[in-house]
């Protein structure tokens, strides 16, 4: 017998549906990195992460309905590339982010074995991110996952938006 009381959670493609939801997360995503993130960018990720045309770009999205209502607790964004150390494909876990209210409640697992099975599928050689060094929450889950590296990431701002 179910629980009629239980919360079940969702892993799927993002929706058009799902905008207002993404957008309510993708700012929580923004503030907790402490970045300002023009509307026109976001605009354009949006669009690209529906896109057809555009299927190197993925957006999964952890939805959670039950009594709490909930709605999109969380998401993810993938990334398809070519490598230089493989044949194969890798993919780039760009972005990850779980409502506060829902962490530690078994969404940003369902998110990562859902990027995992959809790189499994399509042949990717890995699976790779970067955190803040300072994120434990997610590190925690991370280290369960994958390996730590010691590789230092830089970035160069070009100008760009």
């Avoid at 354009?44 to 309905?65: F, Y």
Wanted: aromatic content about 12%; some cysteine; overall charge neutral.
């Amino acid at each position: 017998m179910t629980d009629p009381n239980a919360q079940t959670l969702t892993v799927r493609f993002a929706r058009p549906a799902d905008e207002a939801g993404w957008r309510v997360l993708w700012r929580g995503y923004c503030a907790f990195y402490g970045v300002d993130i023009p509307e026109a960018v976001t605009a354009e990720t949006w669009r690209r992460c529906l896109d057809p045309k555009t299927p190197a770009i993925r957006c999964l999205v952890a939805d959670s309905q039950g009594p709490e209502g909930w709605g999109l607790v969380g998401f993810a964004t993938l990334v398809e590339h070519p490598g230089t150390w493989s044949i194969a494909s890798v993919g780039y876990l760009e972005d990850l982010f779980v409502a506060e209210a829902a962490r530690r409640r078994g969404a940003g697992s369902a998110l990562m074995s859902a990027c995992a099975a959809i790189g499994r599928q399509a042949g990717w050689a890995k699976l790779y991110w970067r955190t803040k060094a300072d994120n434990a929450t997610a590190r925690s889950l991370y280290r369960r996952l994958g390996q730590e590296t010691d590789w230092v990431v830089y970035d160069w701002p070009l100008g760009t938006p």
